[in-house]
């Protein structure tokens, strides 16, 4: 029995080790779950407080894109345990920089001497402009085309990530480190996301600035037909109001509204810092077929120049002389027409080179259309005044031969109430102060009538008597 308890007692001491062995491995998975989870979680807290970050910033920004591409670009490497980064734009044919962190101060410099560029083949930038997808680059240094970043930053190891909008390239969003580290597919990802947050801020600066300018566009509307209502006979007034708007609308250093007044183009209009030196040297364009501004109005279409400058290189003419020493580059005519015919042109320049978008354009034909209203209104009114002015002309003199007519026939054989109402009416009619109806009877003039005759003129006349014509024997 005593043998039996040993043999028993044995197996339980040889069997503790094991279990204490596999008690410490279990203790040691747990703390790895643990700390796994626990960098999860803070990674977890980290990307949402920069997320809640970076979308109250772009709720706030009015617009500010490179406050809300910097705070991503700082946000995506600190996450990332990256060293710095930077966000470039994508016009469609050229990456240009838009926004930076932390970057080396010769890597700025040598991005600066750069500006926009198309990326060599082999290099990230290239990769993504081709496929779209994010890119992931271990060892910049061992790549056979050295990037910038590598021979001014001392990038290593890279990660880029486009920036789509409806799956189109407008950005990238490129991320460093200076050591050989190799970013993950998870690292990837959240930069992901921190690119579609700067695509929302792109969209959402677009619709603001989109707003802004309508509304511009709609105050700039409003303030012009306010004034063309207000002064609907004073056409110059309107139009000098249409173009100190445009000069402010398109930043321009000139805006001439000119109208076809005999042989040549006037200024009817005009406005921005240059326009005196306009006026000056260029009062009047005279009617030369060649001349932009007259073909504009002869085939009633737009025309622009990109630089007028370049041009006016290949034009002959003294127009073209004097041009040459204007403030004149970026240009744009657009005609004044009314009912398919050009009544003049709006002429828009810019001092640089700046050429003007389609959206500007198309504005310019909108102030072109105010300003044949101006012009019509006034002319209209004008007219209707004119004509209200002859028709009341012609009722009163209709009315003062019939009030002479009246007077003849409630009279008959005695002259002087018909003298005396054709002196009224006479002298009314022509706005004068007095009148006097002479008779020529004998060879002498005496007076038959007056009207409103100053008393010593009267007592004048009666002591002088009858007056000698031009067939008395005395004046032969």
Partial sequence: MKSKRRKSATPKRRNAPKVMRNRGVSIGVQQTIVARLTHERDEAVLREAANSEILELISRSAGNLELVFRTILENATRICNANFGNLFRFDG?????????????????????????????????????????????ADMAAEPVLALSTEFGGARSQVTVPMLKDEALIGAIVIYRQEVRPFTEKQ???????AAQAVIAIENAR?????????????????????????PEDSKRALDTIAETASHM?????????????????????????VARIREVLPDIPLEPTDPAVRSISDNRQIYFADRQTALASESGEIARMLRSLPVRSQAFTPLSRNGKAM???????????????????????????????????????????????LGESLEQQTATSEVLKVISSSPG?????????????????EANFGILQLYENGAFRTGGMYNVP??????????????????????
């Fill in 93 to 137: 044919e050229n990456f240009y920089p838009v926004a930076e962190f932390n970057t080396p101060a010769a890597l700025l410099e040598a991005i600066a001497l750069r500006g926009r560029f198309k990326p060599k083949p082999g290099i990230s930038l290239d990769h993504v402009m081709r496929t779209k997808q994010v890119f992931h680059r």
């Fill in 188 to 194: 990837g990802e959240l930069v992901k996301n921190f």
């Fill in 207 to 231: 619709l603001l600035n989109e707003l802004r300018e309508s509304l511009d566009r709609q105050t700039a509307t409003a303030d012009v037909l306010r004034v063309i209502a207000s002064t």
């Fill in 250 to 274: 398109f930043d321009v250093a000139n805006v001439n509204l000119r109208c076809i007044q005999g042989d040549v183009l006037c200024i009817v209009g005009s406005a921005g810092p240059s």
């Fill in 344 to 390: 003049g042109v709006m002429i828009v320049s810019r001092g640089e080179v700046r050429p003007f978008n389609q959206d500007e354009l198309e504005l310019m034909k909108g102030f072109a259309d105010q300003a044949v209203i101006a012009i019509e209104r006034a002319r209209l009114l004008n007219e209707l005044r004119q004509r209200t002015a002859d």
């Fill in 414 to 430: 005695n002259l002087k109430p018909v003298f005396d109402t054709i002196l009224d009416n006479a002298t009314r009619l022509c």
């Fill in 455 to 476: 008393a010593a003129f009267s007592e004048a006349l009666a002591a002088r008597g009858p007056l000698p014509g031009p067939l008395h024997p005395l004046r032969a």
